[in-house]
């Protein structure tokens, strides 16, 4: 499995900002794709992860404020980011995994290439 992401950038506080990640190759074995980010000094985080039916998780930092969808007929996720704050400054990396019964999501060894997120004025 292939990812490929794009859409990181700079924002400013309270700016928006969509992320993509297209998949390919071998994406039938995976249920459920989504988005990490690790900041400097921190460990990496799970964001949000979406299932092919269109089951959902979000990290505690991302509730209220993003919204994960995906295009299963092209295989890409989207990450909506609004109300972006300062701490949100990371490189964000999707992930193809499982999304579980439970809403645990499993992180398989497919890693998109990271794409940075700064948010700053």
């Known amino acids: 499995v292939q990812l490929q992401a794009s859409g990181g950038g700079l924002v400013q506080p309270g700016g928006s900002l969509r992320l993509s990640c297209a998949a390919s190759?071998?994406?039938?074995?995976?249920?459920?794709m989504g988005w990490f980010r690790q900041a400097p000094g921190k460990r990496r985080e799970l964001v949000a992860a979406?299932?092919?039916?269109?089951?959902?998780n979000y990290g505690d930092s991302a509730k209220g404020r993003f919204t994960i969808s995906r295009d299963n007929a092209k295989n890409i996720i989207y990450l909506q980011m609004n109300s972006l704050k300062p701490e949100g400054t990371a490189v964000y990396s999707c992930n193809a995994g499982h999304l579980g019964y439970t809403g645990s999501y499993d992180p398989y060894n497919y890693w998109g290439q990271g794409t940075q997120l700064t948010v700053s004025s």
């Open positions: 190759g071998s994406v039938s074995g995976i249920n459920a």
């Open positions: 979406i299932s092919s039916g269109g089951s959902t």
